[in-house]
C-alpha cells in the first residue's frame, strides 16, 4: 500500500463513525434565516448563531455595497504593512464607543483573536487560569502562550480561590480567563465574584464574551457592561460573527494593551485583515444597536417565551439563563436521533454529543433569535411535543 493512500486518516475516520461521533455537513442554500432550505427541505432553523436576524439584514447588505464599491474586495495586505484601511479604523472607533472601553483591535474571527491576544499577553513565568468549559479557542489560545497552565472548576469560586492561594506567589503575572456565557449550557459566568478575587490577588481578567455579544448589557454591549465593571476586566473580547451578524472578532481593553498587540499579536501580523464588506457591515450593526435596544429585547422575549413552553411540556433545558436553550436528552443514539426526527418534522436543531459535552449528557442546542416571529416558534414547539411523544422522551 502506497503511504500516499494515509491509511492512518482511513483508520481515524472509520473510528469515529464506530464511535458515533462522525459529522457530515449539511448545506444551507439562501440566507441563514429563521426558515431556511437545509439540504433541500425547508426548516424551521433554531441551530444559528445570528441572535438578532441581522446576518441578512437589508442595512448590513447594503453597508457592505457601499464598502466594496469605495475599497474594494480585499484589504490586499495584513494591516501592519499596507492592509489598514480606512474603514478599519472606522470600525475599531465604533466598538470604542460602544463597548465603553479605551481601545479596541479586531482580528478575522474570534477563534484568531483568543490565538492571538493570550499568547502575546502572557509569558514564561505567568500563569493562566481557566475555566474548566472555556470554548475550545481559549484552550488553543492557552497552548499557544509559554506560560504555565491550569483550570478551575466550572463557575465554582471556591476553587478558583484555592488555585490563587496555592499559586499566586510563584508567578509574575496571572491571567483569570473565562467565557461570559458559556455556550453548550447557556449559563452566565460569576464574573464580579471573578473581579473581586483577580483585583484580592492582583492578577489580570480576560472574558470571552463570544455569546454575550449581542446579548448581555445594554443593547448587547456584553458581559462587563451587564455586571457593570467597565475598568475592572483587563481583556474583553467579543464576536462579529454571531450576533453581529458578519464575521471577525475584536478584544477591547487599555490603549496600552492594544498598542502591544499590534506589535505581537500573531493573526493580526501575519494575516490579510478583514474585508472592507465585512467591516463596513459590522459598523452598520453597531451603528443599529447604538439606535435602540429593539433587537435585544425581542431576542429575550423570544428566549423566555421558547423555555416555558418546552419547560412546560416537560423538557429538560437544563440551567440556562441567555437564549440558548439546550434540550437535554442524555445518550448520544437517542440525541441523534431526535435531532433527526425533529429535522423530519420540519425543524432542524443539530445533535451536541461527546466529546463536545459529556457523556450521557447529549442535548439538542436551540438559538431563538430576534427574527423568530411569534408563530414560528409555536410551530416549532408543536414539532418538539409531536417529536417528543413519539420518542417517548416527554
Known sequence: MSVHEVQYLH?????????????????????????CVIDGKKVINLSSNNYLGFANHPRLKKAAIAAIEKYG????????????????????????????????????????????????????????????????????????????????????????????????NQYSQVLIITDGVFSMDGDIAKLPEIVNLAEKYNCLTYVDDAHASGVLGESGRGSVDHFHLHGRVDFAMGTLSKAIGVVGGYVAGKQVSIDWLRNRARPFLFSTGMTPADAGACIEAIKMLSESTE????????????????????????????????????????????????????????PI????????????????????????????????EKTGKELKII
Open 11 to 35: 483508520e481515524k475516520v472509520q473510528a469515529l463513525k464506530n464511535d458515533g461521533v462522525y459529522k457530515t455537513l449539511v448545506t444551507v442554500d439562501g440566507p441563514n434565516e429563521v426558515e
Open 73 to 168: 474586495v480585499g484589504a490586499g495586505a495584513v494591516r501592519p504593512i499596507v492592509g489598514n484601511l480606512t474603514i478599519h479604523n472606522e470600525l475599531e472607533a465604533a466598538l470604542v464607543a460602544f463597548k465603553r472601553e479605551e481601545a479596541v483591535m479586531v482580528f478575522q474571527s474570534g477563534f484568531n483573536c483568543n490565538a492571538g491576544v493570550i499568547q502575546a499577553v502572557t509569558d514564561k513565568g505567568d500563569l493562566i487560569i481557566s475555566d474548566e468549559l472555556n470554548h475550545a479557542s481559549i484552550i488553543d489560545g492557552t497552548r499557544l502562550s509559554k506560560a504555565d497552565k491550569t483550570i478551575f472548576k466550572h463557575s465554582d469560586m471556591q476553587d478558583l480561590e484555592r488555585v490563587l492561594q496555592e499559586k499566586r
Open 295 to 350: 433587537y435585544t429585547d425581542k431576542l429575550w422575549a423570544n428566549a423566555r417565551f421558547f423555555k416555558e413552553k418546552l419547560s412546560t411540556l416537560g423538557f429538560n433545558t437544563g440551567n440556562s439563563e441567555t437564549p440558548i436553550t439546550p434540550v437535554i436528552i442524555g445518550n448520544e443514539a437517542d440525541t441523534l436521533l431526535f435531532s433527526k426526527k425533529l429535522f423530519e418534522n420540519g425543524l432542524f436543531t443539530g
Open 353 to 384: 454529543v461527546f466529546p463536545t459535552v459529556p457523556k450521557g449528557t447529549g442535548r439538542v442546542r436551540c438559538m431563538v433569535s430576534a427574527g423568530h416571529t411569534p408563530e414560528l416558534l409555536e410551530r416549532a414547539v408543536a414539532i418538539f
